[in-house]
């Protein structure tokens, strides 16, 4: 087999393991969370998304009809034997995996409608590429629906106001998401460098390990902060304003402009579909069995 079909076929599972297997440390936080909370409706709530994921693991159904504009985490080693066609390899595989899972085709050619196979040349799917040392790559599909896409928050604030500022824009952000974005969030917060980057740090951000603090005590400490803060806000399951309002919140932080404080707020709904596989340039796979 090559390596080019090793590559595709880990893709397409990884997109069908990201849409139809919920990770199981959610499982169990949302399990928690559901004996912790007193309201019954609260509790309801949680007690359908579990059912859901449990039907979608047990059939290998997608666990949500909106099956998420597909994008894939790319860690590409110096001596993986791919390079420049890789793009044309991860395109193929969500051709497939759009008929095989299938994926709800989602792509929506501005001018041209929908193109019925979730690629749009020459940037859907979404490629996020970033050069390692090594010889293996490592590949991460996570396809995003839309709900929470929509509730996204962007801006440039002053520098004088700080980290004092950023924290009240993440609160107000997730305020204003409400019940928007089919809570309870999963949240990532990008902070620095430029208009554009900041959203792909927040992103970045969101595949974090769940529930471990930044390495940095200083981020840490702002990572706590803000996820009480963001559930006092008392949104709730689906914003019925019983159980918790998100289940975590990372932080990642780069340097800035003098001039500028660039802040992404990028809030993944309760289904954080994600999929890890690490592909050898001999094209051994190792997925990550977390989920």
Same mark, same amino acid.
């Given at each position: ?19 139809? +297997? ?55 080693? @110096? ?6 066609? *890789? ?12 008929? +095989? ?37 490592? *590949? ?37 998401? %409400? ?12 902070? %620095? ?11 970045? =951000? ?32 689906? %914003? ?18 003098? =001039? ?10 309760? =289904?954080?579909?994600? =999929? ?5 340039? @001999? ?9």
């Amino acid at each position: 087999m090559t390596i080019e079909k090793v590559v595709e076929d880990t893709a397409v599972e990884l997109l069908r393991i990201a849409a139809t +297997e919920y990770p199981k440390e959610y499982v169990k936080e949302l399990e928690k969370l559901m004996k912790e909370t007193k309201g019954e409706v609260g509790k309801s709530q949680m007690v359908s998304i579990l059912e859901d994921v449990a039907l979608a693991r047990k059939e290998s159904w997608p666990m949500c009809q909106d099956t998420g504009m597909v994008a894939f985490m790319v860690k590409l080693g @110096d001596e993986f034997p791919l390079r420049s066609s *890789l793009k044309e390899v991860l395109v193929n595989a969500t051709r497939r995996a759009t008929k +095989e899972i299938p994926l709800r085709p989602n792509a929506v050619d501005v001018l041209k409608g929908n193109t019925n196979d979730n690629v749009c040349d020459p940037h859907v799917p979404m490629l996020y590429f970033e050069l390692v040392p090594g010889k293996d790559l490592e *590949l991460t599909a996570m396809p995003k629906g839309g709900g929470s896409s929509n509730v996204a928050a962007h801006r440039m604030l002053k520098p004088g106001l700080g980290m004092k500022g950023v924290k009240n824009f993440v609160i107000e952000a997730l305020a204003a998401a %409400g019940s928007l974005g089919c809570p309870p969030y999963f949240v990532g917060v990008g902070i %620095g460098t430029s208009e554009d980057y900041c959203m792909v740090l927040a992103k970045k =951000a969101l595949l974090k390990s769940f529930k471990v603090r930044n390495p940095d005590p200083k981020i840490a400490a702002i990572e706590e902060e803000l996820l009480t803060k963001v559930n006092e806000l008392g949104i709730g399951a689906m %914003g019925l304003g019983e159980g918790s309002t998100a289940l975590d919140l990372h932080i990642e932080m780069a340097a800035r402009h003098p =001039a500028s404080l660039p802040v992404g707020v990028v809030i993944s709904c309760w =289904a954080l579909r994600h =999929a890890k596989a690490t592909i050898g340039a @001999d094209g051994k796979v190792r997925i990550d069995k977390s989920a």
